[in-house]
């Protein structure tokens, strides 16, 4: 007999790859999302094609602060395991947004929670939290027991404040809970305002990019395929209460550097345009995943070029069946 899983956010890029192996190994999954249109929401639709064909699949469309959704969703509970990856997402939206932010990251959270541990107290939940947490750094990596009380945008306080009541349902209730920080998360399926798909798409088409800084920006890329092992760990994970990793692949890659490995699997050069650094965003981030390698047995395995290798792989088939289609209409 499979597991009975909960995946907030499901249908998004993120959600979509978990729910990809959780059904393949035979897992019950019931998914909650509310497809906005903070990007396409057919982006989503087509995520979820093959999952609707599985008769053990069953998704609720609808936001986590609607009572009547969250009563649809819990009709099959209990849950062995929920995964929290519904949010706002997205550091520069957040910074003119910041309530609706608030109110989706914090209150959605908290009525989630609540529907746990009345209905499924027994449930591991695994809250989906970010790197953007730790704010403005110096080159050291990142690690758990870091200060994380001075985030840089509306979007990070709120990951913040989701461990926080996290940590506060688990403490109050016993609530068990694992919060996994994920670093700069990029594969087939990526949300397209992300700079790995956005690059893609531009340099694609010979259109100009926008780079903000000087190009020497690091982020610790890490494949979607090695951050849902991660997360498939840590729903089976033995460990008891309250804890916090980090899901990178610890190998920060440069802006620059990240540019010419999409030029090389394009086989065109980008066009780009010099822009100054942007509120919210961090001039560095680098994962020290030494404790998710002990305790979650985490280990990630594709390296950045592989990454966007199947990325760009990916991004060029879905154009090529648009463009099919669009012939013949």
């Known amino acids: 007999m499979g597991k009975r899983v909960l995946v907030t956010g499901g249908a998004g890029f993120i959600g979509s790859h978990l729910i990809d192996k959780l059904l393949a190994q035979g897992d019950d999954v019931t998914v909650l999302d509310n497809f906005n249109d903070y990007y396409d929401p057919s982006n989503k639709r087509i995520n979820i094609q093959e999952h609707l064909k599985n008769k053990n699949y069953r998704i609720v469309e609808g936001d986590l602060r609607d009572d009547a959704s969250l009563d649809k969703v819990f009709q099959s509970a209990p ?28 209150n959605g959270t908290q009525k989630l929670i609540d529907r746990i541990t009345n209905s499924s107290p027994m449930a591991r939940l695994v809250f989906g939290s970010s790197s953007s947490v730790y704010g403005s750094r110096e080159c050291e990596n990142f690690k758990e027991s870091d200060r994380v009380d001075r985030p840089l945008s509306p979007y990070a306080a709120s990951k913040v404040a989701g461990e926080l ?66 997360i498939m760990s840590a729903m089976t ?46 001039p560095f981030t680098f994962a020290s995943i030494d404790k998710a390698k002990q305790y979650l047995k985490y280990e990630p395995k594709v390296s950045f070029d592989e990454g966007v290798r199947r990325f760009v792989e990916w991004h060029l088939s879905r154009k090529k069946v648009a463009s099919q289609v669009e012939i013949r209409a």
């Open 165 to 230: 009541i996290c940590y506060s349902a688990h403490h109050t209730t016993g609530l068990q809970v694992i919060c996994l920080r994920f670093f700069t998360v990029f594969g087939p399926r990526q949300r397209p305002d992300l700079a790995i798909h956005k690059f893609c798409e531009l340099i694609s088409e010979g259109k100009p990019i926008e780079v903000f800084g000087d190009g020497t920006t690091r982020r610790d890329y890490t494949f979607v395929g090695d951050i849902t092992d991660g």
């Open 237 to 282: 994970s033995e460990l008891p209460g309250y804890d916090i990793y980090n899901l990178g692949r610890s190998e920060p890659v440069g802006l620059t550097e990240m540019i010419e490995c999409l030029e090389k699997h394009l086989g065109k050069k980008a066009q780009i345009v010099r822009m100054p650094m942007q509120m919210g965003d961090v």
């Open 79 to 106: 849950f062995d395991s929920v995964v929290h990856l519904a949010a706002m997402a997205g550091v520069r939206p957040s910074l003119t947004q910041a309530a609706y932010y608030m109110d989706v990251n914090l």
